[in-house]
Nanobody, 123 residues
Framework: QVQLVESGGGLVQAGDSLRLSCAAS????????IAWFRQATGKEREFVAT????????YYADSVKGRFTISRDNAKNTVDLQMNSLKPEDTAVYYC????????????????WGQGTQVTVSS
């Protein structure tokens, strides 16, 4: 069992930056790949970024590539999402999720989810 708690969401203006954090606890967190997904009102949940167990490999959705950076600190059991140059279309509830061993971009392959944190970007 892995517990995930997101933090860092808020209301910002277009062009601003925001840093989300996912605190993990439970089983050996370093055995899990972690991903960020987001869901805007009225839309399906979509993949944002993922990071491998060691942090040595990352992958991003095209919509955030070059603007968002995912990182992890296994000593602290945290995974962060640095979001720069935010756009109104980035407005959504952001979720972190954990999957044992291998990373994936598919939400249905993740077993553990946080409660989400709201990010709102005004124009």
């Amino acid at each position: 069992q892995v517990q995930l708690v997101e933090s860092g969401g808020g209301l910002v203006q277009a062009g601003d930056s925001l840093r989300l954090s996912c605190a993990a606890s439970g089983r050996t967190v370093s055995s899990y790949a972690i991903a960020w997904f987001r869901q805007a009102t009225g839309k399906e949940r979509e993949f944002v970024a993922t990071i491998s167990r060691t942090g040595g490999s990352t992958y991003y959705a095209d919509s955030v590539k070059g603007r968002f950076t995912i990182s992890r600190d296994n000593a602290k059991n945290t995974v962060d999402l640095q979001m720069n140059s935010l756009k109104p279309e980035d407005t959504a509830v952001y979720y972190c999720a954990a999957r044992y061993w291998a990373a994936s971009t598919r939400s249905n392959e993740y077993n553990y989810w946080g409660q989400g944190t709201q990010v709102t970007v005004s124009s």
